[in-house]
């Protein structure tokens, strides 16, 4: 019991402070399999925030047009808002080892999409595999693979 709340309480510590994750990363689109025509370019900057993280992506059209999302929060699986979503977006994270965490996205108060974000073990890839619902209904999944610049 003892083991596990150090282990637990190091988890913590490393989410809050020097987790594998703070940096800079841009999206590789042709080892991607997320709209990998979608984005001219894509940067996701995660950095410390209080006892949590700040996420912001900056996302360059094809066609031009820059758009950025920005979340902070912590690894506490409660819902913190997305600010720049046209729509009530809410992300919970959720830090499952000391190298990943999970993302469920809500839209309008409903689960869009869970995410697992694995960082590779020399930190110099980001994968993310998010699942979620298509029009018919049906389940899909996608990776977006991210190096660190």
Excluded at 15 to 39: C, F, H, M, Q, V
């Amino acid at each position: 019991m003892v083991a596990r709340i150090i282990f637990i309480g190091l988890l913590a510590l490393l989410a809050e402070t020097k987790g594998p994750w703070i940096g800079t990363w841009k999206l590789n689109p042709a080892r991607s399999t997320t709209a990998p025509d979608r984005y001219k370019r894509l940067i996701a900057r995660i950095e410390p925030w209080e006892d949590g993280l700040k996420v912001t992506y900056e996302m360059v059209g094809t066609r031009g047009g820059v758009s950025y999302l920005e979340w902070t929060g912590r690894f506490d699986g409660k819902d913190y808002p997305v600010e720049g979503a046209d729509y009530i977006m809410t992300n919970a994270y959720t830090l499952l080892n000391e190298r990943s965490y999970q993302i469920v996205v809500k839209v309008e108060g409903s689960v869009a999409a869970t995410a697992r974000v694995e960082v590779s073990g020399d930190g110099k890839t980001l994968t993310t595999v998010t699942t979620e619902k298509n029009a018919r209904g049906q389940t899909i999944s996608s990776t977006a693979i991210y190096e660190r610049m």
